[in-house]
């Protein structure tokens, strides 16, 4: 007959513990929407009541479609449209930030080929850039970075959340 060590029966147990939280409180699993990078503040010069274009990018690992696209932590700031996506080209620049009057008189260029967020498939492999237009409302705005909730190839919603965080001002130093 054997005997078992208790402690060794007590570590064994809170180790399996421990890795079964630990395994249930880790995101695994395929990237399906890769957004941001190294997190920032972005100061954008705006005067107010200034409508601005801000915008994050984003990398579909697989076709999703987006829910919904917020700013979170908005102050001194509305959002006055929609938000909308624009698919990058091969050389194409992404929207970071930039006043709406300017993308506007851009005749052909990347705000012509909006499309509404809500509904909006991405496609595996592309590029894109999605956009919220803000006002502001005051001297100074912020918002602290954007979340895109979507709804994976399986049918399950998740989100994605940039990295950058804005500042709208008179000046940035």
Known sequence: MTSRNPHRVAAAAIAAAATLVFTACTPSGPTYLAMGGDEGTLCIPAANNEEIALGETVKAESD??????????????????????????DGATAIGAQPLRVLRDEVGGPWDERIPAESA??????????????????QTG?????RVTYQTPEGLESTAEGTTAYELAPSCN
Do not use: C
């Open 64 to 89: 999703v479609t987006v829910s919904s696209v917020e700013l979170l932590d908005l102050a001194g700031l509305k959002t006055v449209e929609s938000a909308s996506v624009i698919t990058l080209s």
């Open 121 to 138: 498939r991405l496609e595996a492999g592309q590029h894109y850039s999605v956009v919220v237009v803000v006002k502001l409302e005051g």
């Open 142 to 146: 912020t918002a602290q970075r954007m």
